[in-house]
């Protein structure tokens, strides 16, 4: 089964892995690069968790003693690292986007390069699908989704029309779907195509509301000193992302102790985003628009 290359693998695990010995989470295991290369760099009493929703990743799961497959979503991370008797970790990766496998079979409905359902589930046992979603929005839920999670330029425009067309017959294909939406591209087609399917496919997996709750369960599991690291690919996650390691809350809202001194969870150890290379980029278009924000947890 084909998946992604693992995108800024070595900036990871230098970032992620302190104790050869210790317990680690892969949150989005996907195709297990990642994983295979922190197993790697663990030793024998080394632990490692992966977590993924997709029952595709169950294929490339490694026969090896030291790793545990959860097949959830990382939303809940404490609730299934507490199943498996672990209260806390030596540190957390997750790479937030989609894979190429998950693109890649038409059947999935993640892509515009397929006429195939409108799908885009990530946990393919979960009822809503990027149609029954659509079936049930107002034109005012759909250009919100459109504008907060794809930036489209006309939304109102499009949320509209796609909403009309429902109501002469539902749309269950992309094909369906881009016959409403081709008439109104702004712009490069493959890129705003890319943008109104990534607002539905966040919208459709929550992926916001999940990132969410993961973030506030690492402070919980993480080890003082423990790492967490995070790929994310668009400008929503990486802004969440930020905040939680500066803040330790998705908002960027500076709390304050007792005393007035301002809580810091964690040591930021990329005050930038890291990028990847251009060497890497050229290998691997994927990681074109990846970013890696690292960070500490403090005692």
Do not use: W
């Amino acid at each position: 089964m084909s998946y992604h290359l693992p995108v800024m693998a070595q900036p990871c695990i230098d970032g992620l892995v302190t104790n050869p010995d210790g317990v680690y989470v892969d949150a989005t295991f996907g195709g297990g690069g990642h994983s295979r290369l922190i197993l790697e760099h663990l030793g024998a009493q080394g632990k490692l968790v992966g977590f993924d929703q997709d029952e595709d990743a169950l294929a490339n799961v490694p026969e090896d003693e030291r790793f545990i497959f959860v097949q959830h979503n990382f939303r809940f991370l404490k609730r299934f690292l507490k199943l498996h008797r672990i209260r806390e970790v030596d540190g957390i990766m997750a790479d937030l986007g989609v894979s190429s496998h998950q693109l890649d079979v038409p059947e999935r409905g993640f892509s515009f390069r397929f006429d195939a359902p409108l799908d885009m589930r990530m946990n393919q046992q979960q009822e809503e699908t990027a149609a029954t979603l659509l079936q049930r929005l107002t034109a005012e839920e759909l250009q919100d989704i459109l504008s907060r999670f794809g930036e489209v330029r006309n939304a109102k425009t499009l949320a509209e029309q796609l909403v009309a067309e429902q109501r002469v017959k539902p749309i269950q294909t992309i094909g369906e779907f881009l016959a409403v939406v081709d008439p109104l591209v702004r712009g490069n087609r493959a890129r705003y195509l890319a943008q109104v399917f990534q607002a539905l496919r966040i919208a459709v997996n929550d992926e916001m509301g999940a990132l969410e709750d993961f973030l506030n369960q690492c402070l919980e599991v993480l080890k003082p000193g423990g790492r967490l690291v995070v790929l994310s690919y668009h400008s929503l996650e990486d802004r969440m992302v930020k905040h939680f390691l500066k803040t330790g809350n998705v908002e960027g809202v500076q709390e304050k102790d007792f005393y007035g001194n301002i809580d810091r969870p964690f040591k930021v150890l990329t005050k930038k985003a890291e990028l990847p290379t251009e060497e890497e980029i050229e290998r691997n278009s994927r990681a074109r628009s990846a970013k890696l924000r690292v960070g500490e947890r403090k005692a």
